[in-house]
């Protein structure tokens, strides 16, 4: 099954995260199928930016998001 989740990059202490298409069986961290976008929390307000028409076509095609990413995005 194909999922929409975030990966972890950035340092130690000082995260940020990709929005990438993967298969769910996959580590957190492990290769991805499609980077649609990125999440900073550490900024002030947080930081989103994605691809809406990408994750549209992922969604369309069958893909679930994850928790967070359906949180961060707006999209149920």
């Not at 990125?38 to 809406?52: A, G, I, R, S």
Request: cysteine-free; aromatic content about 10%; glycine content about 8%.
């Amino acid at each position: 099954m194909t999922v929409v989740r975030l990966t972890r990059m950035g340092r130690k202490k000082k995260p940020f995260y990709r929005i990438v298409v993967t298969d769910s069986r996959r580590r957190r961290d492990g290769g991805w199928i499609e980077s649609i976008g990125y999440y900073n929390p550490l900024t002030d307000p947080e930081t989103v930016k994605f691809d809406e028409e990408r994750l549209a076509y992922w969604k369309s095609v069958g893909a679930k998001l994850s928790d967070r990413v359906a949180r961060i995005t707006g999209n149920k």
